[in-house]
């Protein structure tokens, strides 16, 4: 597999991963943020657009984490952040794109129909939705790979890889996930957050004692 005209933003990535020496106090007021606007919408009870954001966010972590088993297996992650970032959480995840993601799945929340049978040009309005939201963030994600802070590694993966392999599972799901039956919510939730939890533990907690590397 080709690399692209960076591979050294994979040992830039492992060199500031997990370790506090670019650490900016701004991260306690995003965190601060996300908690109150996640509160204000328990204390509406909006638990469907909580389901909802939840759903994109369990999404997103496997995502990072399967990113970062690509990097243990294979010498490089497809996607890495050098630098930048006040924490970097994987080797492809800034603590300020967590947070955002956090947010991602209720901001779309907000805009998706009452009735789900509700529909544009024949197709359901929410999957137009979630489809759009996930054409927006590749284009964005466009805009970060020109900076020196977000670093495509590999020359097949871009735009159109992450839109089909990442946003469209993190936004359609997210727009599924908001008309669940809420034993359906709560189930998805826990499996996906199980999922994510294991292979944390394994790829993050037991095979770096195992082998003295880091993993993810």
Same mark, same amino acid.
């Given at each position: 597999?080709?690399?692209?005209?960076?591979?050294?933003? #994979?040992?830039?990535?492992?060199?500031?991963?997990?370790?506090?020496?670019?650490?900016?106090?701004? /991260?306690?007021?995003?965190?601060?943020?996300?908690?109150?606007?996640?509160?204000?919408?328990?204390?509406?009870?909006?638990?469907?657009?909580?389901?909802?954001?939840?759903?994109?966010?369990?999404?997103?972590?496997?995502?990072?984490?399967?990113?970062?088993?690509?990097?243990?297996?294979?010498?490089?992650?497809?996607?890495?952040?050098? #630098?930048?970032?006040?924490?970097?959480?994987?080797?492809?995840?800034?603590?300020?794109?967590?947070?955002?993601?956090?947010?991602?799945?209720?901001?779309?929340?907000?805009?998706?129909?009452?009735?789900?049978?509700?529909?544009?040009?024949?197709?359901?309005?929410?999957?137009?939705?979630?489809?759009?939201?996930?054409?927006?963030?590749?284009?964005?994600?466009?805009?970060?790979?020109?900076?020196?802070?977000?670093?495509?590694?590999?020359?097949?993966?871009?735009?159109? #890889?992450?839109?089909?392999?990442?946003?469209?599972?993190?936004? /359609?799901?997210?727009?599924?996930?908001?008309?669940?039956?809420?034993?359906?919510?709560?189930?998805?939730?826990?499996?996906?957050?199980?999922?994510?939890?294991?292979?944390?533990?394994?790829?993050?907690? /037991?095979?770096?004692?195992?082998?003295?590397?880091?993993?993810?």
């Amino acid at each position: 597999m080709l690399l692209l005209n960076n591979p050294e933003a #994979t040992e830039d990535a492992l060199n500031i991963l997990r370790i506090g020496d670019n650490f900016n106090f701004y /991260v306690i007021f995003m965190l601060v943020l996300v908690m109150f606007i996640y509160f204000n919408e328990v204390n509406k009870k909006n638990w469907r657009c909580i389901a909802s954001a939840l759903s994109l966010y369990m999404i997103h972590w496997f995502v990072e984490i399967i990113n970062g088993i690509i990097q243990f297996f294979s010498g490089h992650a497809l996607w890495t952040v050098p #630098t930048g970032t006040a924490y970097l959480v994987l080797i492809g995840l800034a603590i300020e794109l967590n947070l955002m993601f956090a947010l991602a799945g209720l901001a779309q929340s907000k805009l998706l129909p009452e009735d789900r049978t509700e529909k544009v040009f024949g197709i359901p309005k929410y999957l137009l939705i979630g489809i759009g939201n996930a054409a927006l963030a590749s284009i964005i994600e466009i805009f970060l790979a020109m900076t020196p802070a977000f670093v495509w590694v590999y020359e097949w993966w871009g735009s159109l #890889t992450v839109f089909i392999f990442v946003y469209i599972p993190f936004f /359609v799901v997210a727009a599924y996930a908001f008309y669940w039956e809420p034993k359906r919510q709560k189930l998805f939730l826990i499996i996906m957050g199980g999922i994510n939890l294991v292979l944390g533990i394994i790829f993050a907690g /037991v095979l770096p004692l195992i082998l003295g590397v880091t993993v993810i």
